[in-house]
């Protein structure tokens, strides 16, 4: 039976119906990793032991009467969450040793739920890109064409979950890194209202637009594991104290329900994927649904705003990054030994650990927050989140949802953008608006175009994302692009 | 917005990141893309006291002012992690 192509809930009603053990479905996983991983190299690390020890438990649960959703249920996490105990690397050398010295909240919530932990996900260095191409360590392919981008930063995971190597995964998107791979590799992923899941434990990069967030075969998939991981959380202060039901709408009938679509955004498309989205919206149509044009005139600063506000968080964020206290140099005595003082040490540290985007954020953190600089940078660029804010509000008043594309192409070829910081930057102009208003967004597969996955953007109000997964659910009822694999044999 | 290989070095200074010459010769170009990228804002006209009157959407949010137990666990993962140790607290090289 092929496992991997089956919903979350499938499995669960095998796993509690005893017609398959929780060890026999990591045990599946696992193998797959191992035949089908080195052709897309998705992991940096894979726990069989700690998996297997999960697995058995989760079997023990389920004999005792547990009836978790997620128990049993295989996933990976992107290295940039902390699983304590093991390499959290965030595809960095910065942190290539380093160990974990506690569990994130989302992994100590999936650990109570019966989740098995596989391993951690290949990602760009830090979450510094859109292609997973910054890495330290290795380049993840993209499972429907192996010579190009599975998207960023979010890579690794995403790939996973589209070759079919975990039933889902946890992602992080700031600015799209869940959503652009996720429309990359013919995947649902869904970046979470802001502070609806807990940072705490997540390497912390744009700490005002991070977000974990789920990626999986489906919203149904989606809206389960929501359930497990958002919600309020006294190590993370930020994060929402008004608990949510994922689940409870997701059948809704969509008659009645208003859909902003932006005629701007499709036009910017080359014809065959604006069919896609033309065509999903018809889709939206027939399921009862109303659709209104709307204007989002600020989204072309979005970027802008967001490659100041994102560096200048970065650059104060990784400042405890001094390759002292997190690994980096456990040797230096042999590496560092001829520095005189802790400043050289510093400049040699973080000089050799960080790659280039990293290097190239954090500079352009450190000048758009210096001196002289502060004024026309960087309180200018909050004051355009504002009112990017402001526009999406005064949006949701005439629509519940807007749906636009997720990104401006399919998977570009490796290498081919990767010296060219703006053109990867302009990767993600779907995606950032919604991520500086702090909204929720959902890719999911809406089309294929050169035989390459194409997605659509479902965005709704703030701690609305029961909508958007309620509009993917019922698209998915009514198409068949998420039950497409791709064929690695 | 042009930025030269001596502003690089100043911002890489202050970055504390140690750069080599080919690196800062390739990040001046790049960082003048990316300003110029960046530089659309200014298309925007945005006043003074919009940028002065900026709100946070979130109130402080406090805890009393106790320690918390750390896990020894947690805290032998983290310190043994530091190249050299004395006392349970990590030594680094001298400041000055």
Redesign the interface.
Known sequence: MEYHKISIKDLSDLLQKRELSSLDLCNYFLDRIKRIDPKIKTCISVFEDEARKQAVLADERILAGDKSLLLGIPYLAKDNILCQGFKTTAASKMLENYIAPYDATVIKRLKESGAVLLGKANMDEFAHGSSTETSSFFISKNPWDVERVPGGSSGGSVAAVSAGLCVFALGSDTGGSIRQPASFCGVSGLKPSYSSVSRYGLMAMTSSTDVIGPIAKSAKDLSLIMNVIAGFDENDLSSFKQSIDYCQNIDNSLKGIKIGIVPEFIDSLEDSLAKIVKESISVFESLGAQIKNISLKYNKYAGPAYYIITPSEVSSNFARLDGIRYGFSFDYKAKGSNSENLNEIYLKNRGEAFGPEVKRRIMLGTYALSSGYYDAYYKKAIAVKNLIKKEFDGVFEEVDAILIPTSPDVAFKIGEQIDDPVKMYLEDIFTIGPSLAGLPGLSIPAGFSKDLPFGIQIISKKFRDDIVLNLANQFQSKTEFHQKFPNLN | MEINKDQ?EK?????????SEV?KE??AK??S??LS?????N??N?SSD??LG?ES??DN?L?SDESVVCHE???N??LN????IENNQ?K?????
């Open positions: 690089i911002i890489a200074q202050l970055a504390k990141l140690e750069l690196e390739k990040y790049q960082f893309s990316i990228f960046i530089e659309t804002l298309e925007l945005i919009e940028i900026l959407e979130f949010q805890r666990d947690v805290r993962l983290s992690q530091a190249p050299e990590i680094v090289k001298r400041v000055l």
